[in-house]
């Protein structure tokens, strides 16, 4: 059945255009420009975040080896490895890097609703990473109360970095947040008011989706950390009391008194809990899309996949306490976070399911991006499990803080994600850039990352298990701690450092294929959505040459049956090759 | 095929890693035995869903592996599967959830005859108090807080006289003697963490915190802290020794009480100053 | 519920497409600076709401001090009411096309906004005067910290004021001075809004 479509009526909007070199590719307001520059920023600093890991591994897998390594440092290394990887890297990559170079492809826009803004933010962004890495050079060093900056040790005497350090911290946090909220405005409102004709948020790639949910968690979560930053350096700064109670630190009456150090983590976590899902929603999205095309498949129960991820980010709002089972919260409280933790878990493994069964019958070409999102599944599946022990109070008393944590959180947003960014990466490399990364290097990459990955935090639950706390310089001769665990911690260290200096292929290989690599044509993955059907490629100014497409179907006709391909890219209107209508 | 046999491979290393692995939790020593049941029950639901899972993927990668002439089905959606799933999968989480909030509510729950004890953590030490023979702590604040007072006891209080101040980090408790940890700190966070109890809980400077336990066997064990509380955090260790009646009196009876330790001083002071004038 | 409504149709279905293919792209008939701000609210809500929610926390501790609120926030608060009127009555005749009247008033809100921070920071001298400052008591540091967050969101709204009088001197176009006048506007009414609570919440308190 063919159905008239009027001609063409999509408003054009008045697109700003670059006169100058510097407004081009460095000033550009253009969000593909701004996508690589968000991109960049973040793998830079996230690089420094993985150094800082390797750091940290030196000295628990050969304690009293590294004699530049003392707890100060240690303390700090967690600490800023923590932040830059949960904030600076993943956050502002998923949202910044993918958001930008995506939202306005994906729905067939020629760029962002805001673009001078969308500039504005990474520039703040970029601000706020500089003055993160300023805090390793003013006096006493970057602060090393952990990510979690809890008060009062964070702005008290006797951690690392509490004169300069921590206040150099929140200053950069608040910028961050300030800056994502510009960037963040965009793409809620991109996704809302610039999509293409024919674009039905039901018909949007779950890319999108993803993206789109974990921004909106984004703009309302992040005020929370806002809240504290703020209170924190009035604290420290002006002697207030919002969180910092009566005491005596080292030896010193302080002039605090009466503050609540509880109230400070509440504001934390109500930020730091959806966090995981502003990492996680976009991966899940991605991962989707990445499955999709790779098993020349629709992926199984959009609706669904759509409803869990609004289902999930909603919840994240009412979870945030399972972080404070142990923190001294009215102990009730546990009852009702346990319960709507592991509601969450529902939806979660809905989309595990769903993952897994387009998988099912599928055509399975195994691609980088498939292995990645392989890799993802498995991980992701590993660490959501540990998720439910965690999440079920009574189990989380005795696993609390201990690297049965650290390798949770790991697996399920450090591994996981990162998974999918080189999933990511692999799959649209060839849009950016033109040409196709290289296969051999990339199959090298994958096994030796997700391999070795795995092999560095499956073990750390085992010994989280027996009691080994998280967040110790060394473990000095405990007695329920045998030899054992160092031999292993020196095994792991050992694979960390060979996971990491891998990495050099997979930054070869992008640098060495940006001009040698096998030229991609518009469409090397024979894929549906809006961005592989631009006029050139890597896309040019404007996104989509002439006219914008208008949209025919919804993201997934893969091998439908009685069509000539075994995709129908979005904008193809209804016609005998398509033959489904 | 190699994609197949890697994930395969990965399982298989998965299970047996946690069958073989020699790390596992340490001997219990409290009443706390029903946490480690739900740990287990939980290994045991979740490790069915992981191995089910992941075996499911292992053979759809290498039955529907990409070859020439491979055509995918086309199937938007499985509205009875994908319900059929959700209630499995509820099933299995409100079967770790409910013995879940059982155990917690046991928790929560401090026992009648519970006695208590104090613990304060300082950045980088252990203290601990016993309400002594009144059952009743004196108070303290930390106003009153110095080298001579440590405690910041209130000398007017009556309550405080008898309780008995242990200024080492060790401290003792008596077997089969359901207790209740009443934690403070003078500082900063701190986290009262005995492996082998299971139970923990943070000590927050301006309130008091609490949990309890019963110790079902002697022996020493190491006090942690859970919470990162500054440089020394590795390092500020204590001991809780669990005795049977006989030792645990004879510890007692050399712990010194509150108006002991002020009569003490009161002589040395007396003593000094004759010195002095001498 | 439109929105949950939409979730649930089925994208693939011939049918379904008919239909979908017809759909414009924007989800609100609103011009996207309009979307924007209202969007922009959200975020700046959820701040103000925090704060109020670490405040209610925070009072409920023993060493919180009722705050003897200074008198002339009810000026403040008056002049804040003026300055919300002026700008709404200058919407109101740029809607009507009478970009003289709507010139006139416009500047006027921007002037008792002014007059507003001038007032509020009257008050910080008040308190000061009588010995208290953001560190005597956490009500006292809360009032400091609401008050200069609040100001702080309204010196941003001045500065996008401060753009339009520069085009309304310029001389631009009417449609594109319609459009900032009511994006000053709505943010007025918020931040009149916001105040209001605040300042209700400080008074019962
Ligand atoms: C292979 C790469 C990585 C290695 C080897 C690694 C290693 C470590 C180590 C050794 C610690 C300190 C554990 C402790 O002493 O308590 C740590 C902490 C942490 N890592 Fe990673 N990490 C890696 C990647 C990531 C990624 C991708 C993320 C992103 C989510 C991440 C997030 C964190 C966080 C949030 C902490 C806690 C910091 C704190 O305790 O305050 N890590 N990591
Ligand atoms: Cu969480
Ligand atoms: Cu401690």
């Given at each position: 059945m063919m159905v008239d479509v009027p001609v063409a009526e999509v408003a054009e909007v008045e697109l700003y255009h670059a006169k100058s070199y510097w407004t081009k590719y460095v000033f550009s307001q253009d969000a593909k420009v701004i996508a690589i520059q968000y991109g960049g920023t973040a793998v830079a600093i996230g690089l420094v975040g993985l150094v800082l890991s390797w750091l940290m591994r030196l000295q628990l897998g050969f304690p009293d080896t590294f004699a530049f390594i003392d707890a100060t440092d240690y303390y700090q290394f967690i600490t800023v490895h923590g932040m830059i990887m949960v904030i600076y890297l993943l956050t502002a990559l998923f949202l910044g890097g993918f958001g930008n170079y995506l939202i306005p492809l994906m729905v067939g826009a020629r760029d962002m609703v805001f673009p001078y803004l969308n500039m504005v933010s990474y520039w703040v962004y970029l601000c706020a990473v500089l003055i993160l890495v300023a805090s390793f050079f003013v006096e006493g060093g970057p602060t090393g109360a952990g990510w979690t900056l809890y008060p009062p040790q964070s702005i008290t005497e006797g951690t690392p970095g509490s004169e300069g350090g921590i206040i150099l911290m929140l200053v950069s946090l608040a910028l961050f947040i300030i800056g994502f909220t510009m960037g963040g405005l965009n793409y809620v409102v991109t996704v809302l008011q610039a999509r293409t004709r024919g674009m039905t948020l039901m018909r949007l790639p779950l890319t999108v989706w993803g993206i789109f949910v974990a921004t909106i968690l984004a703009l309302l979560a992040f005020p929370a950390l806002f809240v504290g930053c703020i209170m924190m350096t009035l604290d420290k700064l002006l002697g207030t009391s919002f969180f910092m109670p009566e005491m005596i630190s080292l030896g010193q009456q302080l002039e605090y008194d009466g503050g609540s150090p509880i109230l400070f983590q509440h504001l934390f976590w109500f930020f730091g809990h959806p966090e995981v899902y502003i990492v996680a929603l976009p991966?899940?999205?991605?991962?989707?899309?990445?499955?999709?095309?790779?098993?020349?498949?629709?992926?199984?129960?959009?609706?669904?996949?759509?409803?869990?991820?609004?289902?999930?980010?909603?919840?994240?709002?009412?979870?945030?306490?399972?972080?404070?089972?142990v923190s001294g919260m009215h102990p009730y409280f546990g009852f009702f976070f346990a319960t709507t933790t592991l509601i969450i878990a529902v939806p979660t493994a809905l989309k595990v399911y769903n993952w897994v069964l387009t998988l099912w019958h599928g055509d399975i070409?195994?691609?980088?991006?498939?292995?990645?999102?392989?890799?993802?599944?498995?991980?992701?599946?590993?660490?959501?499990?540990?998720?439910?022990?965690?999440?079920?109070?009574?189990?989380?008393?005795?696993?609390?803080?201990?690297?049965?944590?650290?390798?949770?959180?790991?697996?399920?947003?450090?591994?996981?994600?990162?998974?999918?960014?080189?999933?990511?990466?692999?799959?649209?490399?060839?849009?950016?850039?033109?040409?196709?990364?290289?296969?051999?290097?990339?199959?090298?990459?994958?096994?030796?990352?997700?391999?070795?990955?795995?092999?560095?935090?499956?073990?750390?639950?085992?010994?989280?298990?027996?009691?080994?706390?998280?967040?110790?310089?060394?473990?000095?001769?405990?007695?329920?701690?045998?030899?054992?665990?160092?031999?292993?911690?020196?095994?792991?260290?050992?694979?960390?450092?060979?996971?990491?200096?891998?990495?050099?292929?997979?930054?070869?290989?992008?640098?060495?294929?940006?001009?040698?690599?096998?030229?991609?044509?518009?469409?090397?993955?024979?894929?549906?959505?809006?961005?592989?059907?631009?006029?050139?490629?890597?896309?040019?100014?404007?996104?989509?040459?002439?006219?914008?497409?208008?949209?025919?179907?919804?993201?997934?006709?893969?091998?439908?049956?009685?069509?000539?391909?075994?995709?129908?890219?979005?904008?193809?209107?209804?016609?005998?090759?398509?033959?489904?209508? | 095929?190699?994609?197949?046999?890697?994930?395969?491979?990965?399982?298989?290393?998965?299970?047996?890693?946690?069958?073989?692995?020699?790390?596992?939790?340490?001997?219990?020593?409290?009443?706390?035995?029903?946490?480690?049941?739900?740990?287990?029950?939980?290994?045991?639901?979740?490790?069915?869903?992981?191995?089910?899972?992941?075996?499911?993927?292992?053979?759809?990668?290498?039955?529907?592996?990409?070859?020439?002439?491979?055509?995918?089905?086309?199937?938007?959606e499985n509205t009875k599967l994908e319900v059929w799933l959700t209630s499995i999968t509820a099933v299995g989480v409100a079967a770790m959830l409910a013995p879940g909030l059982i155990v917690w509510n046991d928790y929560v729950t401090v026992p009648e005859d519970a006695v208590e004890f104090e613990a304060i953590g300082q950045q980088w030490s252990w203290t601990f108090r016993l309400p002594g023979e009144?059952?009743?702590?004196?108070?303290?604040?930390?106003?009153?807080?110095?080298?001579?007072?440590?405690?910041?006891?209130?000398?007017?209080?009556?309550?405080?006289?008898?309780?008995?101040?242990?200024?080492?980090?060790?401290?003792?408790?008596?077997?089969?003697?359901?207790?209740?940890?009443?934690?403070?700190?003078?500082?900063?966070?701190?986290?009262?963490?005995?492996?082998?109890?299971?139970?923990?809980?943070?000590?927050?400077?301006?309130?008091?915190?609490?949990?309890?336990?019963?110790?079902?066997?002697?022996?020493?064990?190491?006090?942690?802290?859970?919470?990162?509380?500054?440089?020394?955090?590795?390092?500020?260790?204590?001991?809780?020794?669990?005795?049977?009646?006989?030792?645990?009196?004879?510890?007692?009876?050399?712990?010194?009480?509150?108006?002991?330790?002020?009569?003490?001083?009161?002589?040395?002071?007396?003593?000094?100053?004759?010195?002095?004038?001498? | 519920m439109g929105i949950f409504h939409h979730l649930t149709r089925k994208p693939w279905l011939p049918e379904q497409s008919e239909i979908d293919n017809q759909v414009s792209g924007g989800a609100v008939a609103l011009q996207t600076a309009k979307v924007g701000l209202r969007v922009f609210l959200f975020p700046i809500s959820a701040l103000f709401t925090l704060f109020l929610i670490a405040y209610l926390m925070r009072m409920s501790f023993s060493d919180w001090q009722t705050l003897h609120d200074p008198w002339l926030l009810w000026i403040n608060t008056?002049?804040?009411?003026?300055?919300?009127?002026?700008?709404?009555?200058?919407?109101?005749?740029?809607?009507?096309?009478?970009?003289?009247?709507?010139?006139?008033?416009?500047?006027?809100?921007?002037?008792?906004?002014?007059?507003?921070?001038?007032?509020?920071?009257?008050?910080?001298?008040?308190?000061?005067?009588?010995?208290?400052?953001?560190?005597?008591?956490?009500s006292h540091s809360f009032f400091y910290l609401f008050t200069a967050l609040h100001g702080l969101h309204l010196l941003g709204g001045l500065v996008a004021w401060g753009r339009t009088v520069f085009k309304i001197k310029a001389g631009v176009d009417v449609e594109h001075l319609r459009l900032s006048v009511e994006l000053c506007t709505i943010y007025w009414h918020y931040l009149l809004v916001v105040w209001v609570v605040m300042f209700g919440l400080l008074l019962a308190t």
């Open positions: 991966a899940f999205g991605i991962v989707s899309d990445l499955l999709a095309v790779h098993a020349r498949k629709n992926i199984f129960g959009y609706r669904m996949m759509v409803w869990a991820i609004v289902i999930i980010g909603a919840l994240s709002f009412v979870v945030w306490a399972h972080h404070m089972y070409h195994l691609t980088q991006p498939m292995l990645f999102s392989l890799a993802f599944l498995v991980t992701f599946i590993n660490g959501g499990i540990t998720g439910l022990f965690l999440g079920n109070v009574t189990v989380d008393v005795p696993l609390s803080d201990t690297m049965f944590v650290v390798a949770h959180f790991h697996m399920v947003m450090g591994i996981a994600p990162l998974m999918v960014v080189f999933g990511a990466i692999y799959h649209w490399y060839p849009k950016i850039t033109g040409r196709m990364l290289h296969e051999g290097m990339g199959k090298f990459h994958f096994w030796v990352t997700f391999l070795g990955a795995y092999t560095i935090f499956l073990p750390l639950h085992y010994i989280g298990l027996q009691g080994v706390p998280r967040r110790y310089f060394e473990f000095g001769d405990t007695a329920f701690i045998p030899d054992s665990v160092t031999t292993l911690n020196a095994f792991v260290t050992v694979v960390t450092l060979t996971v990491g200096f891998a990495q050099i292929v997979f930054f070869y290989n992008m640098w060495r294929s940006y001009k040698h690599g096998k030229v991609a044509g518009d469409n090397p993955w024979g894929a549906t959505t809006l961005e592989w059907q631009t006029a050139e490629t890597p896309p040019g100014h404007g996104n989509f040459g002439e006219e914008l497409p208008l949209v025919y179907r919804w993201a997934y006709d893969f091998s439908v049956p009685g069509a000539k391909n075994d995709f129908i890219p979005q904008n193809m209107p209804p016609g005998p090759d398509t033959n489904n209508h | 095929m190699i994609v197949a046999i890697g994930l395969l491979v990965v399982l298989v290393g998965t299970v047996l890693f946690h069958v073989y692995s020699p790390w596992w939790w340490t001997p219990i020593a409290s009443n706390w035995g029903n946490m480690d049941d739900t740990i287990l029950l939980t290994f045991w639901i979740t490790g069915a869903v992981f191995i089910a899972v992941m075996l499911f993927m292992v053979y759809c990668i290498y039955k529907f592996r990409h070859k020439e002439g491979r055509v995918a089905h086309y199937e938007p009144d059952g009743k702590f004196g108070t303290v604040s930390m106003k009153d807080m110095n080298p001579d007072n440590p405690f910041g006891m209130s000398a007017d209080d009556p309550n405080g006289q008898d309780d008995v101040l242990i200024e080492e980090d060790e401290m003792h408790l008596l077997k089969d003697q359901p207790i209740k940890a009443l934690l403070r700190s003078v500082d900063v966070l701190h986290d009262f963490y005995v492996p082998q109890f299971r139970a923990k809980m943070d000590m927050v400077p301006g309130t008091v915190t609490y949990f309890w336990l019963t110790p079902i066997r002697t022996g020493e064990f190491e006090i942690l802290c859970a919470e990162l509380c500054g440089v020394g955090h590795h390092a500020m260790r204590g001991t809780v020794v669990v005795d049977e009646q006989e030792a645990y009196d004879e510890w007692l009876s050399d712990q010194a009480t509150y108006a002991e330790l002020v009569e003490e001083a009161r002589i040395r002071k007396e003593n000094e100053t004759r010195l002095a004038m001498n | 008056a002049v804040l009411v003026l300055s919300s009127l002026a700008l709404q009555r200058s919407r109101m005749l740029v809607d009507g096309g009478e970009v003289t009247g709507m010139r006139t008033y416009f500047m006027l809100g921007g002037v008792f906004a002014f007059a507003f921070l001038g007032g509020q920071l009257a008050a910080w001298q008040q308190l000061a005067d009588m010995g208290v400052y953001a560190d005597t008591n956490p």
